[in-house]
T-cell receptor, first 114, second 117 residues
């Protein structure tokens, strides 16, 4: 079975500052890893995904994440936060390309201060 | 084309009543998933359908929860004798069946917010 742990249920940054949202995974097989974003009163939207190709994955809205096997991590970053980035972010892991067994972290709420 | 839709968007019910939540997946998506999102918690997997069959029901919290899917399309999640702890947002997602072409993204609906008084 696989799981993810998101460190920090709330992260607050100033507009223009670096965004770093942490995710560590546990998986007995090579994982597929995802970051989803949920804006208020909306469904989840895929930001980016790692599928065993390049370890640095670029997603939408300027976000990227780096797969580090040695650290079992898949942290999400963005160089400069924008007010519109305020949302809930979920890391997820799957062990198969069916996504049948995708499991999500508890989420990190990002607040961006002016 | 249209995304995943769910109805109702909000449901308030009294403890002990039964509720039905509906999910319309993206046309052509054969895989369908139900999740529960409780306040302060992540997404909890409930059940997964491939076509009309549910290979994995391991996430259903109790026998008060059931789900079905007909015609390989619409799915309903039924909660019988609702309890206050059932209050949550119930999310539905769909994806293409994977063949050999690789990873298939799950597309999520906006959810149904269930409040049990």
């Amino acid at each position: 079975a696989q799981s993810v742990t998101q460190l920090g249920s709330h992260v607050s940054v100033s507009e223009g500052a670096l965004v770093l949202l942490r995710c560590n995974y546990s998986s007995s097989v090579p994982p597929y890893l995802f970051w989803y974003v949920q804006y208020p009163n909306q469904g989840l939207q895929l930001l980016l995904k790692y599928t065993s190709a390049a370890t640095l994955v670029k997603g939408i809205n300027g976000f990227e994440a780096e797969f580090k096997k040695s650290e079992t991590s898949f942290h999400l970053t963005k160089p400069s936060a924008h007010m519109s980035d305020a949302a809930e972010y979920f890391c997820a892991v799957s062990s198969s390309n069916n996504n049948n067994d995708m499991r999500f972290g508890a989420g990190t709420r990002l607040t961006v201060k002016p | 084309g249209a995304g995943v839709s769910q109805s109702p968007s909000n449901k308030v019910t009294e403890k002990g009543k039964d509720v039905e939540l509906r999910c319309d997946p993206i046309s052509g998506h054969t895989a369908l998933y139900w999740y529960r999102q409780s306040l302060g918690q992540g997404l909890e997997f409930l059940i997964y359908f491939q076509g009309n069959s549910a290979p994995d029901k391991s996430g259903l919290p109790s026998d008060r929860f059931s789900a079905e899917r007909t015609g390989g399309s619409v799915s309903t999640l039924t909660i019988q004798r609702t309890q206050q702890e059932d209050s949550a947002v119930y999310l539905c997602a769909s994806s293409l069946t994977t063949g050999t072409s690789g990873l298939n993204e799950q597309f999520f609906g906006p959810g149904t917010r269930l409040t049990v008084l």
